[in-house]
């Protein structure tokens, strides 16, 4: 019997897969866009996002810098989509990629140049929205305008690793001003809160609305934001006062039923609050989780960190029954855990974090059977139907920047991970 690969022999392995077999960008976007998943100038789903992998793994084989070039190339010369507050489209995509693609030699200069300064509208024409929003008493904020993915929590991560403080000051303002409660007919509701349903967040009566939780469309997005800017020296009035509600409010939200810690991912104004969720990025635990230590890291809350490697802990104890990850992506599958788990067990310093690492990544790896789950003859695991399995946030490419970084042992060389507000 040949015996099994090492995990982590077994992610290089994979790495290099991915990287070759992407390589081929008229081939892969030929595939890609003939089943319907790619956006091609989108950094979720488009060669923005592609050539993420390849700025990354560039700062080990410099030949790949080639190959980022070319990708980030290809989502320029694709029709743009149109620019929301977020980063993952328009605009604000090409910026991030290019700002990973750049590394330390200044390459890209003009572009980013002309990219930080229509982000900087970008961001100061939202901010007054949400301002005049607040203004005329409007009641509710939506999620596409405060998310991490179409809205200012994304915007705002990115205006601070450029480092652009004054075009990301309006964005913290107007998070700032979220934890501000508001009263909807006698009723006294967090500021966050959402006249959308929870099922595909269509607009509802403020009564039926939700409080989202969770890292991509929630609080935890929000929070992770105040903390990286406070860290990185990106600070505006009322920022401290800020996380301590947005920490609190989790805090006070978290459940415990005897297999471990966990947050519901929406609330109800009635109580009603989903099932636990899977162990994801996007609306789970580990996102949760990660959000409340970056703010213990970033405010100096011993508290905060604890809490947020108890209920880590709790997520990977061989014993915790919970619901499946779906398939290998960073948004909601197992590459997404691995990448959290991995910061988070190497700032804390937390051994029995680091050492469900090697499971972590062979769930991964058994997610994505072959090279590329969906390129390679053979279907994925039963059950498992990807958004899109080429991309960067719920496909190969974030898979292979995950299990690059703990193939590696060594922390992302390029900031890709501020796509996802934790790191």
Same mark, same amino acid.
């Given at each position: 019997?040949?015996?099994?690969?090492?995990?982590?022999?077994?992610?290089?392995?994979?790495?290099?897969?991915?990287?070759?077999?992407?390589?081929?960008?008229?081939?892969?976007?030929?595939?890609?866009?003939?089943?319907?998943?790619?956006?091609?100038?989108?950094?979720?789903?488009?060669?923005?996002?592609?050539?993420?992998?390849?700025?990354?793994?560039?700062?080990?084989?410099?030949?790949?810098?080639?190959?980022?070039?070319?990708?980030?190339?290809?989502?320029?010369?694709?029709?743009?989509?149109?620019?929301?507050?977020?980063?993952?489209?328009?605009?604000?995509?090409?910026?991030?990629?290019?700002?990973?693609?750049?590394?330390?030699?200044?390459?890209?200069?003009?572009?980013?140049?002309?990219?930080?300064?229509?982000?900087?509208?970008?961001?100061?024409?939202?901010?007054?929205?949400?301002?005049?929003?607040?203004?005329?008493?409007?009641?509710?904020?939506?999620?596409?305008?405060?998310?991490?993915?179409?809205?200012?929590? @994304?915007?705002? *991560?990115?205006?601070? #690793?450029?480092? !652009?403080? $004054? =075009? /990301?000051?309006? +964005?913290? &303002?107007?998070?700032? %001003?979220?934890?501000?409660?508001?009263?909807?007919?006698?009723?006294?509701?967090?500021?966050?809160?959402?006249?959308?349903?929870?099922?595909?967040?269509?607009?509802?009566?403020?009564?039926?609305?939700?409080?989202?939780?969770?890292?991509?469309?929630?609080?935890?997005?929000?929070?992770?934001?105040?903390?990286?800017?406070?860290?990185?020296?990106?600070?505006?009035?009322?920022?401290?006062?800020?996380?301590?509600?947005?920490?609190?409010?989790?805090?006070?939200?978290?459940?415990?039923?005897?297999?471990?810690?966990?947050?519901?991912?929406?609330?109800?104004?009635?109580?009603?609050?989903?099932?636990?969720?899977?162990?994801?990025?996007?609306? @789970?635990?580990? *996102?949760?989780?990660? #959000?409340?230590? !970056?703010? $213990? =890291? /970033?405010?100096? +809350?011993? &508290?905060?960190?604890? %809490?947020?490697?108890?209920?880590?802990?709790?997520?990977?104890?061989?014993?915790?029954?919970?619901?499946?990850?779906?398939?290998?992506?960073?948004?909601?599958?197992?590459?997404?855990?691995?990448?959290?788990?991995?910061?988070?067990?190497?700032?804390?310093?937390?051994?029995?974090?680091?050492?469900?690492?090697?499971?972590?990544?062979?769930?991964?790896?058994?997610?994505?059977?072959?090279?590329?789950?969906?390129?390679?003859?053979?279907?994925?695991?039963?059950?498992?139907?990807?958004?899109?399995?080429?991309?960067?946030?719920?496909?190969?490419?974030?898979?292979?920047?995950?299990?690059?970084?703990?193939?590696?042992?060594?922390?992302?060389?390029?900031?890709?991970?501020?796509?996802?507000?934790?790191?």
């Amino acid at each position: 019997m040949t015996p099994a690969m090492p995990p982590w022999d077994r992610a290089a392995q994979y790495v290099e897969e991915v990287s070759e077999r992407f390589s081929d960008i008229e081939a892969t976007t030929r595939i890609w866009q003939a089943g319907d998943s790619c956006v091609p100038s989108s950094l979720d789903r488009g060669c923005a996002g592609m050539s993420l992998l390849y700025a990354e793994l560039a700062h080990r084989d410099t030949a790949h810098r080639a190959l980022a070039h070319a990708w980030l190339t290809a989502a320029a010369r694709s029709r743009q989509e149109p620019s929301t507050a977020g980063i993952f489209r328009g605009a604000a995509a090409l910026s991030f990629a290019a700002h990973c693609a750049a590394g330390h030699g200044g390459h890209y200069a003009r572009t980013l140049a002309g990219l930080d300064e229509r982000l900087a509208a970008m961001a100061r024409a939202w901010a007054e929205r949400e301002a005049r929003r607040v203004a005329l008493g409007e009641a509710c904020v939506t999620i596409h305008a405060y998310d991490a993915i179409t809205g200012l929590a @994304g915007l705002g *991560g990115h205006l601070v #690793a450029r480092g !652009l403080t $004054g =075009a /990301a000051a309006p +964005v913290l &303002e107007a998070v700032v %001003a979220l934890t501000d409660p508001i009263e909807v007919s006698g009723v006294r509701l967090p500021g966050w809160w959402v006249a959308q349903d929870t099922a595909s967040y269509a607009p509802t009566a403020v009564r039926e609305g939700h409080a989202n939780l969770g890292m991509a469309h929630g609080v935890a997005g929000l929070l992770a934001l105040l903390s990286l800017a406070w860290r990185d020296g990106s600070r505006v009035a009322g920022q401290r006062e800020a996380a301590t509600v947005l920490a609190g409010y989790l805090l006070e939200r978290r459940r415990d039923d005897g297999d471990g810690v966990w947050w519901p991912p929406m609330l109800g104004l009635d109580g009603a609050e989903a099932a636990r969720p899977r162990p994801s990025w996007c609306y @789970g635990t580990p *996102g949760v989780a990660r #959000a409340l230590y !970056l703010a $213990g =890291a /970033a405010f100096d +809350v011993a &508290e905060w960190r604890d %809490a947020a490697v108890r209920a880590l802990r709790s997520v990977l104890r061989p014993s915790s029954t919970q619901p499946p990850l779906n398939g290998p992506g960073l948004c909601h599958g197992w590459a997404g855990l691995l990448q959290i788990t991995w910061r988070t067990a190497q700032e804390s310093s937390d051994d029995e974090l680091a050492a469900r690492l090697p499971w972590i990544a062979a769930r991964l790896l058994d997610a994505a059977p072959g090279a590329v789950c969906g390129t390679v003859p053979g279907a994925a695991r039963p059950g498992y139907v990807p958004d899109d399995p080429f991309g960067f946030l719920t496909g190969a490419a974030g898979a292979a920047l995950a299990l690059h970084t703990c193939a590696t042992g060594t922390q992302p060389a390029t900031p890709w991970e501020r796509a996802l507000l934790i790191a």
